[in-house]
C-alpha cells in the first residue's frame, strides 16, 4: 500500500509458534497431536510487524518447533530455538530487558493448550488445575508446562518496568474430533505429572502467591481466557472461552495451509485499521468472525479494551491504497478505477473504498471524498473496480488518489460441503459392540452403504429448491472466490442428517432428520437457507470508523430482578442484582435482565432491538409490536428488560439510525416453523433495501455491501447473554 505513515520502532515481539510435538502420552491415553498452522501463524505476524510496523527484526524474539517431514516426531530447529518451558521463560526475560522503557511488548502463542494438576496446591488447593501453554517437549522427563501462575508473573514482570503489553494466545484447553481442514489446539485429558526435582518456580512462592491473590481480588472467580486470569495491566486476546475451541482451519483452500482463525482474523483486521481503533473495535470484527463461522469459538478479550491497538502514543493514522488508473470501459462507458489492493491484502470481490483527493489530509471527514470504489475483479496485488458517484458531486477520479477500505462485504451465499466419511473396518465394528463408540468419522457397514445416495439426494435438492442461498461447496476455489465451506451435511450413525458447522459440530438446537422421513433432503436444505439467513444478518455491521455515530451507542448490563414482572416499572440500579461476570454475562431462566442503551451522539437516534435466539429465530425484542424504534434524546439512555424463559445463548443485535427505519424485515421464526410473507411497503431507504435483500426468498447478488446504505447515517453493537436453568 503506498502512502502508509512510518511507524515507531519502539515495539518489541515475542512470538510462539509450536506444530512439532515429541511423543507423549496423558494419564488418559490421549495426547498432544502436531498441528500444522502454529509456525506459520507467527511467521504471518512477524512479516507483520515487520513490512506492516516497520519493527527491526532485532526487536523480535521468536521459538519454533516445525514439523520435520522426514521425522515427524523432531523438530526442524536446533535446542536453543524451541519454545521449551525454559527456553520461553527466558525469551519473556530477555524481552523484559531488551525493551526501552514505556515501550510497546506484543507477546503471541499459536499452539496446544493444556491442562495439569496444580503443582501450586499451597496457593490454589489441593485438588485444583493448572492450565498453561503446552512446549513442544512435554513428552519428555524435562518436559513441563508453562503454567497460568508462571504466565502470569512472568507478564507481571513486564508490567512492572512500565512497558505496555499485549498478549495473543492462539490455543485452548480442551481437545476433540473434528471433520475436514481443521484442528483443536488443544489437549483432552488433565495431566498429572508433578515438577522434577531442579526445575525451578519462575519466581519465589510468596512472590507467586502476592501475584495469584491480586488477580482474584479483581476478577470474577472461575472467569478466565485459556487458562490466564485478566490483570487491568495488559490487553489479553484469547482464542476462546475456557472449555470451548480453538480451530485451525485452512482458510487457503487451493494450498490447504493452515492458520489459527484466532491469528488469521486478527491479522485480517489489522490490515484494515482505521484511526483511533481499539482493542475494542478489533475484537469485535475478529468476534463476529470467528463465531460465525466456528460456533464452538467465541474469542475473549479483556484487560485495557480501550487502549489505541499498538499504544496511545501513536499517531492517529489512516491506511490508504493508490488508485493506479482510471479509465471508462468502452461497452459500457462506466468509469472504472484500478486500486493497489487484493487477495495478499485480506480484501474480497464486493469490498468498498472511499476515494479522496491526492494530498487530502483530512480522511476522517467524508465531504471530502469524491467517489466509492467497489471491487469487480480481485487480483492478487491489484483489483479492478467500478466507480460510483457520491450524491451532489462530480464523479471525479484520478490516478494517484487515495481509497480508503469502508466496509468489507456482507456475504450472502453460503457454501455447503457434503462430508463423506469411511467405512468402520471390522475390528472397530467389534469394539463398537462393546462400547457403543466409533473413531471419529467411521460408519458402520450398513449405514455407509447409504450415504452415496443420500448425499446426493442433497445435492439434487440444492438446486431444485431455487433458493440461491446456499450452494454446493465446489473442491477448488477460483482466485476472484474465498468463500469458505459455511457449514457441512453428513449422514450419522442412527441413518439421520446432521447440519454442522464448517469443522464437523453438529449445531446446538437443531435436531437430525432421518434419512427415510418423508421430504427429508428438502427439509435439510429449508434449514440451511434458515442459517444463511441468520447468519447475514449476525453479521450485519458497520465499521465505518469516520461515521459521526460510530461507537455513539453505549451497552450496559445492569443486573437482574426475580420479583421484576412485565408491565412494572423499571426497578432502579441499585435494587437490581449485580451480575457477577459482565463480560460473560449468565442469567437464570425466570429472572429479567436490564440493559442499558446511552445514546452518546449529540442529536436524537432512533433505536431497534434484536433478539438472535439459540433457537435460531430473529424477533425484534424492542420496542413491542406495533413499534419499528424508540427514540433516544442525545445524552439520554433507556433501560430494556429481557426476560430469561429457557436454556441458551442469545445475542442482542441494537441498531441506531437517523431515518425511520424497519428492522422487522430481519425477523426468522424458529427453526423448523413456517416462514410467512410479512407484506411490508417497498423499502424507503438505502438502509431498508439492504435489510429488504436479506428478506427475500432470493438474493439480489452474492455480495453486498453494508455501503449500499450511506455508512454515516447508522450503527450498530451487539452484546450477548446465556440463559440456564
Not at 477448488?476 to 441413518?495: C, M, P, R, S
Amino acid at each position: 500500500m503506498a502512502d502508509k505513515p512510518e511507524q515507531t520502532l519502539n515495539i518489541y515481539a515475542l512470538l510462539i509458534g509450536i506444530d512439532c510435538y515429541m511423543p507423549n502420552l496423558l494419564p488418559d491415553g490421549s495426547r498432544y497431536k502436531n498441528l500444522g498452522g502454529c509456525v506459520r501463524d507467527v511467521n504471518h505476524v512477524e512479516a507483520f510487524l515487520v513490512d506492516e510496523r516497520k519493527v527491526p527484526k532485532a526487536q523480535i524474539l521468536k521459538l519454533t518447533a516445525s514439523v520435520n517431514p522426514n521425522e515427524p516426531t523432531k523438530p526442524l530447529e536446533s535446542a536453543e530455538k524451541l519454545p521449551t518451558r525454559q527456553n520461553m521463560i527466558d525469551s519473556f526475560r530477555k524481552l523484559g530487558e531488551m525493551a526501552t522503557e514505556k515501550a510497546q511488548v506484543y507477546i503471541h502463542y499459536s499452539g496446544h493448550g493444556g491442562r495439569a494438576k496444580t503443582v501450586f496446591p499451597s496457593i490454589k488447593g489441593e485438588d485444583e488445575i493448572d492450565e498453561g501453554l503446552v512446549p513442544t517437549d512435554i513428552g519428555t522427563l524435562e518436559g513441563q508446562y508453562l503454567r497460568d501462575l508462571d504466565l502470569a508473573t512472568l507478564l507481571k514482570e513486564l508490567v512492572d518496568k512500565q512497558l505496555t503489553v499485549t498478549v495473543v494466545l492462539d490455543c485452548c484447553n480442551s481437545g476433540g474430533a473434528t471433520r475436514g481442514d481443521v484442528e483443536i489446539r488443544g489437549g483432552e485429558g488433565i495431566d498429572e505429572k508433578p515438577l522434577q526435582p531442579g526445575q525451578e518456580l519462575v519466581a519465589p512462592l510468596e512472590t507467586l502467591k502476592a501475584t495469584w491473590r491480586s488477580l482474584t481480588e479483581q476478577t470474577a472467580r472461575g472467569l478466565k481466557a485459556s487458562g490466564l486470569r485478566v490483570a487491568r495491566d495488559y490487553v489479553l486476546l484469547a482464542a476462546c472461552r475456557l472449555n470451548e475451541y480453538a480451530y485451525e482451519y485452512a482458510f487457503n483452500r487451493e494450498t490447504r495451509e493452515r492458520n489459527g482463525a484466532l491469528t488469521y482474523w486478527l491479522l485480517d483486521t489489522l490490515r484494515q485499521q482505521n484511526p483511533g481503533q481499539t482493542y475494542q473495535d478489533l475484537f469485535d470484527r475478529i468476534n463476529a468472525k470467528i463465531h460465525s463461522q466456528f460456533p464452538q469459538q467465541t474469542p475473549i478479550l479483556m484487560g485495557e479494551v480501550n487502549r489505541i491497538i499498538f499504544g496511545a502514543d501513536f499517531a492517529e493514522t489512516v491506511y490508504t491504497i493508490p488508485v493506479l488508473k482510471v479509465d471508462k470501459d468502452a461497452e459500457t462507458g462506466e468509469m472504472r478505477a484500478k486500486l493497489g489492493v487484493g487477495q495478499v491484502n485480506g480484501v474480497a470481490k464486493g469490498a468498498e473504498f472511499a476515494i479522496y483527493p491526492r494530498g487530502t489530509t483530512d480522511l476522517k471527514n467524508q465531504e471530502n471524498r469524491t467517489a466509492i470504489a467497489r471491487i469487480i475483479q480481485r487480483g492478487a496485488t491489484e483489483s479492478l473496480c467500478q466507480l460510483e458517484p457520491i450524491e451532489g458531486k462530480e464523479l471525479k477520479v484520478e490516478d494517484g488518489d487515495r481509497a480508503v477500505l469502508v466496509t468489507p462485504s456482507i456475504n450472502l451465499v453460503r457454501k455447503v460441503l457434503l462430508f463423506h466419511q469411511q467405512e468402520a473396518t471390522a475390528e472397530e465394528v467389534a469394539e463398537f459392540a462393546k462400547t457403543n463408540e466409533l473413531p471419529p468419522n467411521k460408519l458402520l457397514p450398513e449405514i455407509f452403504k447409504q450415504q452415496e445416495d443420500t448425499l446426493e439426494a442433497i445435492e439434487k435438492a440444492l438446486p431444485e429448491s431455487g433458493n440461491g442461498w446456499v450452494q454446493l461447496g465446489a473442491e477448488k476455489v477460483t482466485e476472484d472466490d474465498v468463500e469458505e465451506i459455511a457449514y457441512q451435511v453428513v449422514l450419522n450413525n442412527q441413518g439421520e442428517y446432521e447440519i454442522c458447522d464448517r469443522t464437523g459440530h453438529s449445531y446446538k438446537n437443531i435436531a437430525p432428520v432421518k434419512v427415510s422421513a418423508p421430504d427429508a433432503a428438502t427439509t435439510v436444505v429449508k434449514r440451511l437457507v434458515h442459517l444463511a439467513k441468520y447468519h447475514a444478518t449476525a453479521e450485519l455491521d458497520n465499521r465505518d470508523k469516520s461515521s459521526p455515530l460510530a461507537d455513539k451507542l453505549v451497552l450496559k448490563w445492569l443486573g437482574t430482578s426475580d420479583v421484576y414482572g412485565e408491565g412494572d416499572d423499571i426497578p432502579p440500579e441499585s435494587q437490581l442484582k449485580k451480575l457477577p461476570a459482565p463480560s460473560n454475562p449468565t442469567v437464570i431462566a425466570g429472572e429479567y435482565v436490564f440493559l442499558s442503551i446511552q445514546n452518546t451522539y449529540s442529536q436524537a437516534l432512533n433505536v431497534t432491538v434484536l433478539d438472535l435466539a439459540s433457537d435460531w429465530s430473529i424477533q425484534q425484542a424492542y420496542p413491542g409490536k406495533g413499534e419499528n424504534f424508540r427514540t433516544i434524546e442525545a445524552g439520554r439512555r433507556e433501560v430494556v428488560s429481557m426476560a430469561a424463559s429457557s436454556a441458551g445463548e442469545d445475542t442482542l443485535k441494537v441498531f441506531a439510525t437517523f431515518d425511520q427505519v424497519n428492522f422487522r424485515w430481519l425477523e426468522l421464526p424458529s427453526l423448523d416453523k413456517q416462514f410467512v410473507s410479512r407484506g411490508f411497503k417497498p423499502p424507503n431507504n438505502p438502509l431498508e433495501i439492504l435489510l429488504e435483500a436479506i428478506d427475500r426468498e432470493q438474493p439480489p447478488t452474492r455480495k453486498l455491501s453494508v455501503v449500499a446504505s450511506p455508512s454515516r447515517e447508522w450503527t450498530t453493537k451487539q452484546i450477548t447473554l446465556r440463559f440456564t436453568k
